[in-house]
């Protein structure tokens, strides 16, 4: 079974420019899921949809971050414009539906400059 | 504010010896605490998780102590080997499809 799938896996940018990462669930997980994981943390939920509808982006930073999760599938997230503190790596997460484990890809590393 | 705090930071073990790395929670809602493993480059993978009616479970070398009175919860690594070093997270959630709250991560290296 392929796993979920991330790209790009390396990102730099400049503050101030815009960068968007791609995320591909496990066939048939309803539930998706952006986290964030800054160096030496744990990873930070920044959106979960179920199917192509928002459950929780009560931590996602509205002014410079936007999502979507397009026909319920493949999602995208967005930064614009970027900040120094962005540098992270973005992890997806997706699961069969909520209350199942959560898979996680290989995140994409972003590094704003 | 950091919904679980977890300790030791860093922790270097012998190979054959037991890893101990321990997690604390205030929330009383939680009902799902799960270890994840993550190796450089990779996505956390889940690794064990627990629910607050049993107080201990077991899978091979890994164990997961539970105290709900002391909110308080425990990952046990017997017979550690080199190929465990990695960094392990605990996290909680209200049901496990949830909003994973994750603590900020053990460093463990498995010595020779």
């Known amino acids: 079974e392929a796993g979920v799938a991330q790209s790009p896996r390396y990102k730099i940018i400049e503050k101030r420019q815009s960068v968007a990462f791609w995320c591909n669930p496990i066939?048939?997980?309803?539930?998706l899921y952006w986290y964030q994981q800054i160096l030496g943390q744990g990873p930070k939920l920044l959106i979960q949809f179920q199917n192509n509808g928002v459950v929780d982006d009560s931590q996602l930073p509205k002014d410079r971050f936007s999502a979507e999760r397009l026909k319920g599938v493949d999602s995208t997230l967005k930064i614009q414009p970027a900040k120094l503190e962005d540098s992270a790596v973005y992890l997806c997460?997706?699961?069969?539906?909520?209350?199942?484990?959560?898979?996680f890809g290989p995140g994409t590393r972003l590094t704003v400059l | 504010q950091q919904q679980v705090k977890q300790s030791p930071q860093s922790l270097i073990v012998q190979k054959g010896g037991i890893s101990i790395i321990n997690c604390a929670y205030e929330n009383t809602a939680f009902d799902y605490f799960p270890w994840y493993q993550q190796f450089p480059g990779k996505g956390p993978a889940l690794l064990i998780a627990i629910r607050p009616d049993v107080s201990e479970k077991k899978e091979g070398r890994f164990t997961i102590s539970f105290n709900k009175s002391a909110k308080q919860f425990s990952l046990h690594i017997m017979d550690s080997q080199p190929g465990d070093s990695a960094t392990y997270f605990c996290?909680?959630?209200?049901?496990?499809?949830?909003?994973?709250?994750f603590g900020k991560g053990t460093s463990l290296l498995v010595t020779p």
């Open positions: 066939s048939g997980h309803a539930t």
């Open positions: 996290a909680a959630s209200i049901n496990s499809g949830y909003a994973l709250n």
């Open positions: 997460a997706s699961s069969l539906g909520q209350g199942n484990e959560q898979f």
